[in-house]
């Protein structure tokens, strides 16, 4: 939230004048992601080494204390951890994240697997942010200060405040134990998994392929399941989208120009809707990029409430496991995966409005 | 709740003229002599509210003081314990419906709900606290020594506050989580555990807030004259530049305050928090629940996740009326839509 309000005015660092293009912008941008990468996997990787290793964590009660020895030598934990950092990182460049301990899967193929899953949850998630909260911004910025915009406030509190597992179980008890409009949980329904995964050329992303067979029961059901889900983590994003609608609107109804247009004679409605909206939704992108870390954050708790197959769900089943391995692995692999996406929305910002750019 | 922690750092106090007289933010009307209770920060912003942001501040004021309440005399609220399975009457139902003897009723396990919610509020204001304290501390000892120092520490620890700052918080919290305890721990050691997991992910914040007023600081007059007259680095950053550069943090504290609490109720969630008989954790009662929603039992879910809502709730309001009184642009442009009566009693509150 104070994220939201300090992050508004991009422009201030790009005063330079003359100084690189678009083009130079985008590559600096892009080596930016390499320190940040670096970083985050060393600090995952040295927080989870620091009290011990992962096969004692896992199995070590199970074992002696000779059988652990040969493990431990066997997976090479036995080496100093500056030796074992070094291959990691090593291992990381050449897309190598590992192999989990409990079931032994490449954790390079589980993000194949479950990202998919992740992908169309927040993509759906994103569709609902937007749709509630910039509309519900506009109209709190239009009636500022009345009724409205209080309640809209605290509507936007409570999207904030509302844990999403919460919420998860809010909707779910309302909506489908007791109305029964929707399923209790799960991307679809098993026979309509079954005859998805069949499909040749199956892309993961439930809704494409359920589109691509053209059957009507398919794709309700896919989208039946995505509802609740999509509207649990939507909402927690929704609250941000209206905040700052409201705010910049109100910010950019004070600006010169729009006084000028309303010494003009132009009324309040039209100023809003022609002048003072477009301007106010480019922090919005800006901010979506940090947004994109909280939804995999809220993905993660959002999955594991409606038993969602994705990689947040994964990456619960592994905790519970104790499967440190897994764990550190997905963790890396969401770093390299923040990082691309805060990247791809720093362009698109630099795209939309040349000041960004320095 | 947890404003007052720092009470000694974020109000301006006027020891010493050169600090004061330069002051930057402080108007003609804080340098009034009041009694010093009335400067303090909630206080102080309370008494110049009016209207609807009087009445969020106070809104949100009672609800903290409710859940403040209800942690510091749970002993007391509590029918039963937090791990109490049965009383002198036998062992408790499982998943009772709410009844004259247990009022939220009971929950998978035979817990009794009302009394796990109020023993969670004191996990969840411990938990809080501590982090709060523990990242204002090492955030502003950062801030100030990489702001002031500048050079390769401060490019370091900007890059590290950056890359953290752009990682999803809670799973570095459960890294931490895993560090720290191994996913599983008692009262003392869980909520330790969970604290400083928060506040990993909470110390570039500050960090960064406080770095960027020290290096405005760095070159404002005061600091400077400080330095030519022989100060040492130290007394510069403890009696000069701390006290300006802490102006903000209320704010920031009362939003990482409610972070805090989602973010252990998300860790209690996954099963990372605090074991469930060792303490009661909201997160961890709602994660049981998720569960019993299928066959329509409400009652475990509801009334923890309530509170969750409610005290996250009732922090934002404190921070958000914080936010909005210090906020000229937030404040002021009020007035004129205002009825002109309105507008002066708003003028002789601030007065």
Same mark, same amino acid.
Do not use: A, E, V
């Given at each position: 939230m104070t994220v939201a309000d300090t992050a508004t005015p991009p422009a201030a660092a790009g005063k330079k004048s003359g100084g690189g293009g678009l083009g130079r912008y985008i590559l600096v941008r892009f080596l930016l992601i390499i320190p940040t990468v670096f970083i985050l996997v060393t600090l995952v990787f040295f927080l989870m080494r620091v009290v011990g290793d992962p096969i004692s964590a896992s199995v070590g009660g199970r074992l002696t204390p000779d059988q652990l020895a040969a493990r431990l030598a066997e997976a090479g934990y036995d080496r100093p951890v500056l030796v074992q950092y070094f291959e990691y990182i090593g291992q990381i460049f050449t897309g190598d994240f590992g192999r989990t301990?409990?079931?032994?899967?490449e954790i390079s193929e589980i993000l194949v697997t479950y990202g998919t899953g992740t992908l169309e949850l927040v993509i759906y998630s994103l569709i609902v942010a937007l749709a509630v909260g910039i509309p519900l911004g506009r109209f709190a910025a239009y009636r500022r200060d009345q009724i409205p915009d209080a309640l809209l406030r605290i509507f936007a509190i409570l999207c904030y405040a509302t844990p999403v597992f919460f919420a998860a179980l809010l909707l779910k008890l309302v909506f489908s134990v007791w109305l029964g409009w929707f399923p209790l949980g799960g991307r679809a329904s098993t026979s309509t998994q079954l005859v998805l995964d069949r499909i040749s050329g199956s892309t993961g992303i439930n809704i494409i392929d359920a589109l691509r067979t053209g059957r009507w029961d398919l794709i309700s059901d896919v989208l039946a399941h995505a509802v609740l889900p999509a509207v649990a983590l939507g909402l927690l994003t929704a609250g941000v989208f209206l905040r700052l609608v409201r705010t910049n609107l109100i910010g950019t109804l004070s600006m010169d120009y729009v006084d000028a247009a309303r010494s003009r004679g132009v009324r309040e409605g039209r100023l809003l809707r022609k002048h003072a909206y477009k301007p106010a939704l480019i922090p919005i992108i800006t901010v979506m990029g940090m947004q994109i870390a909280l939804m995999l954050g809220g993905a993660i708790l959002t999955e594991t409430a409606f038993g969602w197959r994705g990689l947040g769900f994964q990456l619960a089943q592994y905790l519970g496991a104790r499967d440190f391995v897994a764990v550190q692995g997905i963790v890396a692999l969401l770093a390299v995966i923040v990082a691309l996406t805060n990247f791809a929305v720093d362009v698109l910002a630099a795209l939309i409005d040349p000041r960004v750019r320095y | 709740m947890s404003v007052p922690t720092d009470d000694h750092s974020s109000v301006p106090e006027p020891v010493e003229s050169s600090a004061s007289d330069t002051d930057p933010v402080a108007t003609g009307q804080a340098r009034q002599r009041e009694p010093r209770w009335k400067r303090l920060p909630v206080v102080w912003q309370l008494r110049r509210s009016t209207g609807l942001q009087r009445g969020m501040l106070i809104a949100g004021m009672v609800l903290c003081a409710v859940f403040l309440i209800a942690a510091v005399f749970a002993p007391l609220i509590a029918?039963? @314990?937090?791990?109490?399975?049965?009383d002198a009457g036998g062992n408790f139902p499982r998943q009772g419906a709410p009844s004259a003897q247990f009022w939220w009723g009971t929950t998978v @396990? @035979?817990?009794?709900v009302f009394s796990r919610v109020v023993w969670g509020a004191q996990t969840a204001v411990l938990t809080v606290v501590l982090a709060v304290v523990l990242s204002i501390f090492l955030g502003i000892a950062l801030g100030l020594i990489s702001g002031y120092l500048g050079g390769w520490l401060d490019r370091i620890l900007v890059t590290i506050a950056d890359a953290i700052y752009a990682f999803p918080s809670l799973l570095l919290a459960i890294v931490v989580s895993i560090m720290i305890s191994g996913g599983e721990s008692g009262f003392i050691s869980g909520i330790l555990a969970a604290a400083i997991s928060i506040t990993v992910v909470f110390v570039p914040q500050y960090f960064r807030v406080v770095r960027a007023e020290t290096v405005r600081l760095k070159a404002e007059p005061f600091v400077e004259s400080a330095r030519v007259l022989g100060a040492s680095t130290p007394r510069i950053l403890s009696r000069h530049v701390l006290r300006n550069a802490t102006r903000s943090l209320p704010l920031i504290i009362t939003l990482n305050a409610s972070e805090a609490i989602l973010t252990l109720a998300g860790l209690g969630f996954l099963g990372? @928090?605090?074991?469930p008989t060792a303490a009661s954790e909201w997160g961890y009662d709602l994660n049981r629940a998720i569960s019993d929603v299928a066959g329509g039992i409400w009652w475990t879910g509801v009334f923890p996740g309530a509170a969750i809502v409610l005290l996250v709730l009732g922090i934002t309001l404190v921070g958000e009326s914080l936010n909005d009184l210090s906020d000229p642009r937030l404040r002021i442009r009020r007035r004129p839509k205002r009825v002109p009566r309105r507008t002066a009693t708003a003028m002789k509150g601030a007065a």
């Open positions: 301990l409990t079931d032994n899967r | 029918p039963y @314990g937090f791990n109490q399975l049965s @396990g @035979g817990y009794d990372f @928090g605090i074991n």
